[in-house]
């Protein structure tokens, strides 16, 4: 008895390499035999879709590990990063609470406020005419008070995006963060939400990739960054029974009139802004934003069965969740901190992390959602209840898989696939980590129609550059940069749809010859801080030809495609090229007689000599490769 | 060896078509073959110029007879006896700010008209949610797909081209998300396969690139791939940088100036460009913002001189081109504590071209008085915003039709375009 479970247990462990045992795991199939594909084009085309791109090298590499246990790797999203890690160790906000971000992080005109705060810039010192003295005055206050600009936390979240993209060795879990963030998309175009939005790729996203749909959603819900995203913060209902009671409370009323007094001075520019601020949120009610979008772009899909009333209830539903008050010495932020747990609960406040229910703002009255009545009266587990019963629907479920299949099988996914993925939804609670598995043992996924029928994002265009050529990033920001060029600003798209997953949105004029100008760029060393070896990527060896330069690169940076015919259409043009050559260097040649003379060899790389030589044969290797780069078949993924 | 290195040398050179003359030799050759004629024909165009930030709508076009203005506004209140002639008093009731003194000879024309109390249903003062709303023209809904400009563009039933509808920015801006392509660009100089340094280098590669795309088996790279090289040829048949305002024109040296200058190139280039956006900045004055000189008066000269010099320089394609102007929300009716004015509702727009309905305030404006003011505060909004748009869109773009450009929206249109 005791021998037979000790095999059992021994056995296990052999065959799942030391990856521990997951319940799906061993439901993986991948039926790319029966699709025509080679082991080595199945790995390309598992490589192309769930990772930002193919390495020199990489197919070997999974077609020796066995496919199966790349993607069952890849779902754990356990290996270890130590490369990554060191790239990110400089990146201090990565790991600050959204507390430390707000005080840490500030607009301009946040640091304006705080230095007439604390007197270290005065109040009347200042106008807007001005803008050196305006910068100065800036400057001044970080400088005392150790403030930062906001926009050193903005490139901080996009340097650690473009990182990891390229560098982690969990690629699916980068892919599957990038997915997750634009389908519950915010925005760092809004003022109010993006200090914020660290944290909210961080805390809301991340943690829940493979998990349970629901659970995203309800951590979607909660943070900062989307309840001031779709203002969801500000929605209160205007009839409470507690608020009334607080209203006609003679003690808060008088401090109320305290405040307001103090609120109507507007000597000082900072209390023109928190009048401003107060005027804005006094005037508010019932905002439907988050609850349209949550059914409409996070679950049921615009289609998905609902009505304006259920919008309606919904809203009234979440009427109260919001922003904990987070600003160090702010009044708001003394009042909840001095509080105790019963005074809490007597006022009808919950706090959890940085979400902030208020049941003093929240409607009471029963609602009618979808059907199902709620009585009203269940405060904040009466959203959590709403949302979770949003997540199981069976819209949802046809949604979220619709929407996966649409990122990472075809752009028109057929109603097979989906309907498989949504009952796995159904099956496993929304479990993503089932549908992958699921997606990848459905035969649509192998189909030659799907193969290298999704054109790559600018973003995931970008980095497959960056990690078929082996680059060194400096400067992710550069990377982003281009992005931005190419019709891709990552973190900056402003409406919650997020960005569209069609190829005809990323596919237009301007954009493709950014594309291309975006491969020449690399290849050529023109990106600032970002580095490319050729020689190396090519093991040193220097092409001879025109024709191996084309045969050598488009073999390492397109591995197991055909570029046949690609690889001839070039190769006579610089045949073509070489004869009108021939006759310019024959009308310049009068002009520059070194061009054909010998020791070239020997000036290389040398200041004085032939440099111009030297680096036209840089160039006509990276040409090349930039050519490759930007061209169509690199495109699609 | 003698073999490598004759690859390296012709073949580094091979790669660089050269060109006699500077004449790019794909584009000798396409001119050769007649390809390189524009295909695209001259069409009506819509320019719409964004103030982000919310302009102060009371203070660019001044209800300066409402006697609720000088006690709401004490220092900042102007009015056309004050200024000496400065402003331009329009009817009696309102008066154009000194700034706009450029402009104001079109609306004595009668080729500007003036849209008062103009705003959004929607009452957020929030920037963000206020252009977003505009933007997409769908005041309670953010998650329309696309914006009002690319559905004005879907709605022409012409066929599109790479520069139907042309952004001068460096994102696309909301109003242009959607189906049609639109193309989003800070300079057109960068319409180009380049390699900086290098651009006979730079020449080669565009050569093939344009052969791979020719000949790929992906639809929608191959169409575009097409579009893009037929577009570049086009841009550089014109000398771009060194471009020459028509009539003497001369834009101010500013991010409007030269967008406009940039889209009044492509105007005169007739490469079908049916919608132009750009923007201007700088309108969100809480603090000092000052009367006849300051922050307000210096931006909206900027804003007034680099429409009249656009104005002026489309000459004869004035009867094409409309230009319309808009701004997310107006600020509070009365001042703040700090010399500037909050986030308010309502504001202004300026609609020029020849065939506005010009020469008029078109408002509804009652008064000034608190009673009359939203939340006791601010300029109501008396016209949607939308039944401008949807006028100047149907009228000056002849859209087939305006089902659809604003969702959810059947109020009645503004008579602004004439015909």
Known sequence: MWLKRSIAVFSLIASTAFIPVDPYSSSIRMPYQQAGLSKEQAAAHLLNRFSFGIQPGQIEAVVKMGLENWLQQQLEASLPDTELDKRLAGFDALKMSNETIVNHYLTPAQIILLGVRQKIIRNDSLSNTDREKYREALAKVMRESGVKPIQELHRQLVNQKVLRAVYSNNQLKEVLTDFWFNHFNVSLTKGQSQQYVMSYERDAIRPHVFGNFKNMLLATAKHPAMLEYLDNALSVSNDNERARRQQNNAVLRAARERAETRLNDTSMQGNALVQQAVAARRTQGLNENYAREVMELHTMGVDGGYTQKDVTEVARALTGWTVRPMFSNGPAMRFVENLSEEQLKRRGLIIDGDFLFRGDKHDESEKIILGKKYRGTDGYEEGVAVLNTLASHTSTAKFIATKLAIRFVSDEPSQALIKTLASTYQQTDGNIKAMIIAMVNHPDFWSKKALREKIKSPFEFAISALRATKAQVMQPFQV??????????????????????????????????????????????????????????????????????????????????DNEENIKRLTAMVRDANVEQKIAVAAAKTKNNNMYEEGEEETRGQVTGDKEDYKKEITSMAQVVGIIIGSPEFQRK | MIHRRAFMKSGAMALFAAGFGGVPNFIARAAESGKIIPPYKRNKVLVCIFQRGAMDGLMAVSPFADPNLKTLRPTLYMSPAQTQGGMLDLDGQFALHPSLQSLSAYFTEGRMGIVHGVGSPNNTRSHFDAQDFMESGTPFNKGTTSGWLNRAIGLTGHEATPFSAVSITNALPRSLYGDREALAISNLQDFAIQMQGNPMAGNMAAKSFESLYDQTSNQLLNKTGKESFEAMRILKSTDIKNY??????????????????????????????????????????????????????????????????????????????????????????????TGGTDHGRASCLFVLGNDVAGGKVYHQIKSLAKSDLEDGRDLPVSTDFRAVFSDVAMGHLKLKQTKGLFPGWDGKALNLIKG
């Open chain 1, 480 to 561: 982003f940069n281009w992005c931005s060029k190419m019709g891709q600003r990552v973190y900056y798209y402003q409406a919650p749809t997020g960005f569209p997953d069609r190829a005809n949105f990323w596919i237009n004029s301007g954009a493709l010859l950014n594309r291309m100008n975006f491969g020449l760029a690399l290849a050529t060393q023109k990106i600032p801080g970002v580095r490319v070896n050729l020689l190396a990527l090519n093991n040193q060896h220097e092409p001879e030809s025109a024709d191996e330069a084309l045969r050598a690169f488009s073999k390492i940076l397109l591995p197991e495609r």
């Open chain 2, 244 to 337: 020459q305002p028509a009539n003497g024109a001369v834009y101010p040296n500013s991010p409007l100036g030269n967008s406009l200058k940039q889209i009044a190139t492509l105007i005169k280039m007739d490469v079908g460009m049916e919608v132009a956006f750009a923007e201007s900045g700088g309108w969100d004055t809480h603090f000092n913002q000052g009367t006849v000189n300051g922050a307000f008066a210096r931006n909206l000269r900027d804003f007034s001189d680099s429409i009249a010099a656009f104005w002026k320089d489309m000459g004869t394609y004035q009867d094409d081109v409309t230009v319309m102007t808009m701004t997310e929300f107006g600020r509070t009716a009365h001042q703040n504590g």
